[in-house]
T-cell receptor, first 115, second 113 residues
Framework: DVKVTQSSRYLVKRTGEKVFLECVQDMDHENMFWYRQDPGLGLRLIYFSYDVKMKEKGDIPEGYSVSREKKERFSLILESASTNQTSMYLC??????????????FGNGTRLTVT | GEDVEQSLFLSVREGDSSVINCTYTDSSSTYLYWYKQEPGAGLQLLTYIFSNMDMKQDQRLTVLLNKKDKHLSLRIADTQTGDSAIYFCAESITRDSNYQLIWGAGTKLIIKP
């Protein structure tokens, strides 16, 4: 079974802190994604990556950056956390072309609270 | 722009059928997906349908696609307590020469005993 592991289930950070969310997948997937999930808004794509050291902005990249130094690991970085970044963050991975019928495999999510 | 809409809640009695509806706007979608999110977990692919199909059945699940009306539905027969979850509809579209997924907000399925 594909496993996508997010390093933390719950995080509490203070406003202005730098926050790292880590995600690792074990199936040699080319594509990796970071979403945030908010009630009533569904999933919104923050960033995705289709290869090592490659990154593409999603729909809501402001306030975030990403790093993909190794194929299996995709990190989401909040340079200076703000309260409006309190959310559930979901990492996902897939083979090859995004959305062509390569289903996304999701981690269990990291619930981040910024106080 | 592209949009996928679904109701936020659906309440059904155990043993009844659940029908979760979804509408989308982009007629160029290739695949349409249903994902399930159980409490405290990430999303799992439940089923999908290719855009040139009308129906797909998989055990208790039936997916119906009306391409003319851009309407997708998921029917769960004999709904059980284990079906309690949030169900997300998503369509695969081409944007800037890349495939992208457009997500609905999710429908929370509530099972009444």
């Amino acid at each position: 079974d594909v496993k996508v592991t997010q390093s933390s289930r719950y995080l509490v950070k203070r406003t202005g802190e730098k926050v790292f969310l880590e995600c690792v997948q074990d199936m040699d997937h080319e594509n990796m994604f970071w979403y945030r999930q908010d009630p009533g808004l569904g999933l919104r794509l923050i960033y995705f990556s289709y290869d090592v050291k490659m990154k593409e902005k999603g729909d809501i990249p402001e306030g975030y950056s990403v790093s993909r130094e190794k194929k299996e690991r995709f990190s989401l970085i909040l340079e200076s956390a703000s309260t409006n970044q309190t959310s559930m963050y979901l990492c996902a991975s897939s083979f090859l072309a995004y959305g062509d019928n390569s289903p996304l495999h999701f981690g269990n999510g990291t619930r981040l609270t910024v106080t | 722009g592209e949009d996928v809409e679904q109701s936020l809640f659906l309440s059904v009695r155990e043993g009844d059928s659940s029908v979760i509806n979804c509408t989308y706007t982009d007629s160029s979608s290739t695949y349409l997906y249903w994902y399930k999110q159980e409490p405290g977990a990430g999303l799992q692919l439940l089923t999908y349908i290719f855009s040139n199909m009308d129906m797909k059945q998989d055990q208790r699940l039936t997916v119906l696609l009306n391409k003319k009306d851009k309407h997708l539905s998921l029917r769960i027969a004999d709904t059980q307590t284990g079906d309690s979850a949030i169900y997300f509809c998503a369509e695969s579209i081409t944007r800037d020469s890349n495939y992208q997924l457009i997500w609905g907000a999710g429908t929370k399925l509530i099972i009444k005993p």
